[in-house]
């Protein structure tokens, strides 16, 4: 098995740990009323099998939907569904440090299973991002997510893998394709895709994000596009952007659309 290494968060392992937080805090409120019965309390799931599962996960022998008792757990809390609420359960401002991190560093990138006909389909190439010291980064990836106006995600966050390419002078590369699944059409006017720059800090043993992008609906057209760099923490909001760098930096991107 790959050994334990951390890297960036896969959001399937979030939902997870929110999944098995629900039932912990469910069976802690039945005993604590003395009532083994209570709604919700569920014994069906082996508190030993959740550690064996969690074990399996950060050797990297297993994804948490392969867990035999996966949906025999509760549902995950909804906040957990908006990540300008989500953000404050589990984050920091500065820095991510999370309880389980992410097995390997292949990224959690998803093909798109399908295309309608007559919807039209958005796939980002992440070409690079300026940095004015690329080489200091230790296992960057970026986090991609899409959200409504109201703070909702459109589809599951995704990561790409982490950057092994070799560096430029000012520039951390990536070259590696995000597909979106939701076809243009059904994303809610308002919404933009916001592109997360993520590195390893071995000091705080966590994953800090160094800075953001993002790109709104009405900017979305075939060909090459220079994102800027915005200060953390991200805006989700997009209420008080600020410049990372008075230098000319910019997340490098290309946009491909399809359409049958």
Do not use: W
């Not at 805090?25 to 309390?41: F, P, T, V």
């Not at 071995?202 to 800090?208: E, L, T, V």
């Not at 953390?232 to 290309?254: E, W």
């Amino acid at each position: 098995p790959t050994p334990y290494h951390p890297s960036h968060f896969f959001p399937s392992c979030k939902e997870f740990l929110l999944r098995i937080a629900s039932l912990m805090e469910m069976r802690a409120n039945a005993l604590q009323d003395s009532l083994k019965s209570a709604a919700g309390s569920d014994d069906s799931v082996d508190i030993t099998d959740i550690c064996q599962a969690l074990q399996n996960m950060i050797q990297g022998d297993m994804t948490p939907v392969e867990s035999s008792f996966y949906n025999k757990l509760p549902a995950a809390p909804t906040e957990s569904r908006n990540p300008l609420k989500a953000r404050s359960l589990f984050l920091s401002d500065d820095d991510y440090s999370l309880a389980i991190k992410a097995m390997g560093k292949s990224g959690t990138l998803v093909k798109r299973r399908q295309i309608l006909p007559g919807k039209t389909y958005l796939t980002i190439t992440i070409n690079k991002i300026g940095m004015k010291d690329p080489q200091s980064y230790i296992d960057p990836v970026i986090t991609i997510t899409t959200l409504t106006q109201q703070g909702t995600l459109v589809e599951p966050q995704q990561d790409t893998p982490v950057s092994t390419k070799h560096r430029e002078v000012a520039y951390v590369p990536f070259d590696v394709d995000v597909e979106l699944s939701t076809p243009l059409e059904e994303i809610p006017q308002g919404s933009a895709i916001f592109f997360e720059f993520k590195h390893f800090k071995p000091k705080k043993h966590s994953i800090s994000v160094k800075c953001f992008s993002l790109m709104e609906m009405d900017e979305i057209k075939p060909g090459k596009k220079f994102l800027e760099i915005y200060k953390k923490p991200t805006d989700f909001r997009r209420k008080n952007l600020s410049l990372l760098s008075v230098k000319p930096l910019y997340l490098h991107v290309t946009l491909i659309l399809h359409k049958i």
